[in-house]
């Protein structure tokens, strides 16, 4: 999958390759949406315990996340980019990493909360609704303000290193390596709780202007040294063998990668020497 040759016109089927990898990206928002309700009917039914319908929402956001990071890059490769498939792929952003993700979270951490109070297990639900609404409307902001900064201004570029708030795939893959982990619907009011806070951080964070790292500057077609080469290949091994707390702690990890990037920013600015001020000045006479 090298780039292509300069001054030759990509083909038309080329265009439609880019597209099918979105189209896979919104059929798996489905899919992850079809299986919350088929794990929410489990749930009310009475059968409380792990929920393999959640773990397969999950796991289809997952898979959602690489396919979503493999449309744009094989449009740049193909230099089939256009404005049909930009706007497309943020519909489908919108579908599976906005809507999905926000029913999978409040079905699986809200809803089958159990408590003596019935106010509060009410107030807890209304609030389960408010938070999955914000997140989803974070999201969907977020993606229009990244549409219109990846339209540099001109005699301005781009920066790939780094994205202004965190992406929305990071948002919907942080829940769905939560959710993976232990597939069973939160009971405990306690975590319930935590867990909308963790979710309202979320779509904070997302809306933000802190920096988060960007793998945009990565390209697989240049050759690569045998230490990227053996780094695949253990994270390979890693998410075979351990894949539940491996997803987890590289989620978790690229969450706070904004915020240590942050406060290492505030730091640097804390702790960088001011001039000394100008001496005042004495009239002689």
Request: hydrophobic share 50%; proline share 7%; aromatic share 12%.
């Amino acid at each position: 999958m090298g780039a292509p040759r300069p001054g030759k016109a990509p083909r038309r089927a080329a265009y439609a390759l880019p597209t099918l990898f979105t189209s896979g990206n919104i059929f798996l928002g489905f899919v992850a949406m079809v299986q919350t309700f088929e794990g929410a009917m489990q749930a009310g039914a009475g059968d409380l315990g792990p929920n393999a319908h959640f773990s397969l929402a999950a796991k289809a956001l997952g898979f959602s996340v690489f396919f979503d990071g493999l449309d744009g890059r094989i449009a740049r490769m193909t230099n089939t980019t256009s404005d049909f498939g930009r706007e497309l792929d943020s519909l489908a952003d919108v579908i599976t990493f906005g809507i999905a993700p926000a029913v999978l979270a409040f079905v699986w951490g809200v809803r089958f909360v159990i408590s003596t109070e019935p106010n509060l297990e009410s107030n807890l639900v209304r609030a389960g609704y408010l938070i999955a609404f914000f997140y989803l409307l974070c999201g969907a902001v977020r993606l229009a303000r990244f549409n219109v900064q990846t339209t540099p201004k001109p005699g301005t570029r781009p920066d790939h290193k780094y994205f202004v708030g965190m992406p929305i795939p990071a948002a919907a893959g942080f829940i769905a390596a939560v959710v993976f982990m232990d597939d069973a619907p939160v009971r405990s009011m306690g975590f319930a709780i935590a867990w909308l806070i963790i979710v309202l951080m979320v779509g904070l964070l997302m809306v933000s202007t802190w920096r988060y790292p960007s793998l945009k500057q990565i390209n697989v077609s240049k050759p690569r040294t045998p230490l990227i080469v053996l780094i695949v290949g253990g994270v390979a091994f890693l998410i075979w063998e351990w894949s539940q707390p491996f997803l987890l702690a590289a989620a978790c990890a690229y969450v706070f990668s904004g915020i240590v990037l942050r406060l290492s920013s505030f730091v640097r600015r804390y702790r960088k020497p001011r001039p000394p001020a100008p001496l005042a000045e004495h009239q002689v006479g």
